[in-house]
DNA sequence: TTGTAGGCGTTATCAA
DNA sequence: TTGATAACGCCTACAA
């Protein structure tokens, strides 16, 4: 494993020369050759550790996550790996398995690893979590109250508002809202959302189509076939993120209903699914590259020192596809 | 950011033995608590760089995936992740989008940020991946022919062999097999299993009931989609991964058939999907924790430069469940 | 533009 | 059992 000293020893220049090339300085052009030539005989590599112990660097950024099975997180954290990638920066990946308890003990375990900033998709949105820290920390999906902090979130509210109104508008009114726990910012905001479009539209809400559970597949199939099966079921469901769309879309089928003809559905996410079903799902789309993108240019900000926290707030988009019925008369 | 140089001043003896008792080392009980004194007072955490540095060991893997979206891989990259962390390993989890070149480049990234060892499900069964480096790898889910190295594997021949032997003992001849692509070692594997079956029964295999495209929802639904609508479609079909299953499913409740009546249907993998249709499906299900845990262990074993590489072969377990209809005379 | 020298925080060696 | 010291590989004043 060679090092600076040794490509300097071959290329006949000092070790700082080598370290100074390797990071832009300019050099006489005989040297820089000479030095290219030695790297390559020697097939040199610069060792980041030592790098960063100097540099007080690690180039790395830890990547906290509730739950890596779901849909909506795989693709963040595809993307971010991804635009994080092009900063020369990389991710080290933690699922906590949404368990407040171990999110606290990784975030002491990739702070231990010396990461340059966190990006956190909390649970637990009452908590003060890294709060005794001084690497930067991004916080994705869910608000948390209190101190000023960095935030990349949705217009929850609204995207489900207009999700809500498209289906009014399409004539229906007994619409159900399967939704993820209360605890949830982005739960609570999506039946914000449903509320509003309803006094938007002059109606009144009926309690029996609201129902909240989890935020998986098992959950959404669960609490779509209550709805489904119930007295007057409702003409039209919101399913509130990916896995529920997906338990809700196999409740539906299960049933011989036909989407976008016996039930309307409009679904949360531009998963496979979606794209998979004839007719296709009209969906409530998460700007997830956006996001991703917004994450890590936040970050970058904070990481030169630049800039206050505070909240960006990105719009989701309403995708028109078919699974909506027109029952106006 | 206290150092061991400061714990060592507080607590009154010398930055070496401060280091000893971090690592374990014998120290005299006084010196013990006055080190942990100065520790809780300084809020010391040892730096990992530096450690590193000395050391030589960066105590992070490099986990190399295809597609972090499919869900085979993202429950094992949840799994691998937990066992690392188990023996103080954090992994670096890179996903190339199933692209070879990718791949090579993401595997030079890796080998940058100084990772002890490599795990890698390749997709491109022919390369010499990471060929040059004394870092150890450990190769998952496909088999690559050339060198001795260490493979984590499933006897894919033998799970899908079982799979269709039991279609065929329930009474089906016409049996579909959706799979992936031929360069795959899995599918190729998964359908020599398939003939086996039929061998083994004493039948002649159906070449149109065999089809191969890729291991993703799209492909698994467009195929299934092709051998319902055909002349003679199959009674039974046999999804070879869990992306496929998921699209199989979804074509056949498009046609408002049933599954385990109308038409049988063995999926791969334990998904969620799997346990929340009715009837649930009977599935081949991969160990992933098991794959996990070897891999992991034989990664141990190799960092601690012990034994020869090799093919670790784990065994998939058909899990009857109900979507298998009998159909004997 | 180049080189010298010192130090980042830790561990390992060796002598006490 | 402890401590002084050197070294891991790199970067960065500073001086030349």
Redesign the interface.
């Known amino acids: 494993m060679a090092n600076i000293k040794e490509v300097a020893r071959i290329a006949g220049v000092s070790a700082a020369t080598v370290s100074k090339y390797l990071n832009g300085v300019t050099v006489k052009e005989k040297n820089k050759e000479s030095i290219d030539r030695a790297i390559k005989e020697t097939n040199f590599?610069?060792?980041?550790?030592?790098r960063?112990?100097r540099t007080n660097r690690?180039?790395?950024v830890g990547l906290l996550i509730p739950d890596?099975?779901f849909?909506f997180f795989?693709?963040l954290?595809?993307e971010i790996?991804n635009a994080l990638?092009e900063h020369g920066y990389?991710?080290?990946?933690?699922?906590y398995r949404s368990d407040p308890e171990l999110e606290e003990k990784k975030i002491r375990?990739l702070?231990?690893?010396?990461v340059d900033a966190l990006i956190i998709a909390p649970v637990n949105t009452s908590a003060d979590e890294g709060g005794d820290t001084d690497v930067p920390i991004i916080y994705l999906d869910q608000f948390i109250d209190g101190k000023p902090r960095d935030f990349i979130l949705i217009d929850n509210a609204r995207a489900s508002a207009e999700a809500v109104s498209h289906l009014i508008s399409m004539g229906h009114t007994r619409i159900g809202i399967i939704n993820g726990p209360m605890s949830a910012y982005t739960a609570r905001e999506r039946l914000k959302g449903y509320y509003g479009a309803f006094c938007d539209a002059g109606l009144n809400v009926d309690l029996q189509y609201i129902k909240s559970g989890t935020f998986?597949?098992?959950s959404g199939?669960a609490l779509t076939s209550e709805l489904l099966d119930s007295e007057a079921p409702p003409t039209a469901i919101l399913a509130t993120n990916s896995?529920i769309t997906?338990?809700a879309?196999?409740a539906v089928?299960?049933r011989?209903l036909t989407i976008g003809k016996d039930v309307s559905l409009v679904g949360f996410d531009n998963l496979?699914?979606a794209?998979?079903?004839?007719p296709k799902l009209t969906i409530v789309v998460q700007p997830i590259e956006k996001i991703a993108r917004a994450t890590v240019m936040t970050l970058m900000k904070r990481l030169s020192g630049g800039g206050e926290p505070g909240v960006t707030m990105l719009e989701a988009e309403l995708v028109l596809q078919g699974s909506v019925a027109d029952i106006r008369q």
């Open positions: 590599r610069v060792n980041t550790i030592a960063s112990l690690s180039g790395t890596l099975r849909a795989t693709e954290v595809s790996e990638e990389s991710a080290i990946v933690c699922d375990f702070l231990d690893k010396q998986d597949m098992h199939y896995d997906t338990g879309v196999i089928k299960e011989g496979e699914i794209r998979v079903l004839t």
